[in-house]
């Protein structure tokens, strides 16, 4: 226990420092401690991003990409109709490539071509999360990517965040200057070092096209966000 205690002290005293501020008529030296403060919500979303993909495969290359365009504008269709707005519809990844043949004498003849599509829909709604999905799969979607809830207008949440791990430094300086048996006198400096959002994400959903069209919409509960700030303070202490 009297090791614990002497060990304690001396991580303060590591802690102490003296700085030296200097003009033209004298020097002034003040005793600082520097303490970072933390803090942790969890908030819940009020946004989601659903990632539909759609892969399309022919023997000509017009076919594939036909074929994958006649899908997104079908799927866009149908989101419209249940009050998706278009311009929460975009494509965010479009890929054309060639497959070639595998046999060992064969290896540079193309045989077939590939267009892989990705939409990404973004909905303040999150009730309508789980429709989106049952749209689009119905609609000849080939896989839904990911889904991840976020916060939107989120300044308000970053300024409780940071108030929260200032209060945490402030509680912290006085606990060490109360234990080297100081006070706090001043705010010598502040520095944010971050605030992160941790969002809650659902990856690579295991919904296929063939899903039979009697099915209904899956429901989706996502995790709470959690937000973290980090600041550091120097505190003057007597």
Do not use: W
Request: glycine share 2%; with cysteine; aromatic share 6%.
């Amino acid at each position: 226990m009297k090791f614990h205690k002497i060990l304690l002290i001396v991580s303060i005293l590591c802690m102490f420092h003296v700085i030296t501020y200097a003009n033209e008529n004298n020097s002034l030296t003040i005793n600082t401690i520097t303490v970072e403060g933390n803090s942790e919500m969890s908030i819940a979303p009020n946004q989601a991003t659903i990632q539909i993909g759609i892969t399309t495969s022919a023997n000509d290359a017009g076919e594939a990409e036909t074929k994958n365009n006649q899908i997104a504008n079908q799927i866009q269709k149908a989101l419209e109709y249940i009050g998706t707005n278009k311009k929460e519809i975009k494509t965010t990844q479009y890929n054309f490539y060639p497959i070639y043949n595998n046999q060992e004498n064969n290896h540079h003849e193309i045989i077939a071509y590939t267009v892989s599509n990705t939409l990404s829909i973004t909905s303040s709604d999150l009730s309508k999360v789980g429709t989106i999905i049952d749209v689009g799969v119905k609609n000849g979607a080939t896989n839904i990517n990911s889904i991840n809830f976020t916060v939107k207008d989120n300044d308000n949440i970053k300024s409780t965040a940071l108030v929260a791990a200032i209060e945490n430094a402030k509680a912290k300086a006085d606990i060490i200057a109360k234990t080297i048996n100081k006070k706090i006198v001043n705010v010598v400096a502040v520095k944010e070092n971050s605030i992160y959002f941790q969002p809650s994400t659902i990856s690579r959903y295991a919904l296929m096209k063939n899903e039979s069209s009697d099915s209904t919409a899956p429901s989706i509960n996502p995790d709470n966000i959690k937000v973290n700030a980090n600041v550091e303070i120097i505190f003057e202490i007597q």
